[in-house]
């Protein structure tokens, strides 16, 4: 593999790949807190009618409750925030990594084997978020 196939195939697809899975993750765990602290406020104000309104009312109160519980542990369970937070870093580490070795700046300024050290950097960075990431599921019971 090349260098401008290594940079086409490999970085910018695991660019993109973090990116996407951390606005999908940052997306559910906004959608899951914001569910969460909408239920959460709705409970007591109709807590408020249950003597009053109609006797369906209890019900709505209940089902708001367990909801308010599911999405609580779902969110708990996936670690949605957590994986939003390490994608989004990992994709900037792979940007920048990337900008640095295409503008020679930085590590990349000398030295005559630069793409084996770009690609022993990206794949460094690679391989230590997916170890943070195991370490993360693995931690579920935290």
């Known amino acids: 593999m090349n260098e401008e196939q290594y940079i086409d195939e490999r970085v910018e697809g695991q660019i993109d790949w973090y990116s996407k899975k951390s606005s999908a993750n940052k997306n559910l765990h906004y959608w899951t807190r914001g569910l969460v602290i909408i239920f959460s406020a709705i409970i007591p104000f109709l807590s408020g009618f249950l003597e009053t309104g109609p006797v369906y009312l209890g019900y709505i109160v209940g089902v708001l409750g367990m909801l308010v519980a599911l999405l609580t542990g779902v969110s708990s369970l996936v670690k949605f925030q957590?994986?939003?937070?390490?994608?989004?870093?990992?994709?900037?580490?792979?940007?920048?990594?990337?900008?640095?070795?295409?503008?020679?700046?930085?590590?990349?300024?000398?030295?005559?084997?630069?793409?084996?050290?770009?690609?022993?950097r990206i794949e460094n960075i690679m391989s230590k978020e997916n170890s943070a990431w195991t370490e993360i599921m693995e931690n579920e019971d935290d």
């Open 82 to 120: 957590e994986k939003w937070i390490k994608y989004r870093a990992t994709s900037s580490l792979l940007k920048n990594e990337k900008f640095m070795y295409l503008t020679g700046s930085g590590f990349y300024k000398e030295g005559n084997k630069k793409f084996e050290e770009f690609v022993s």
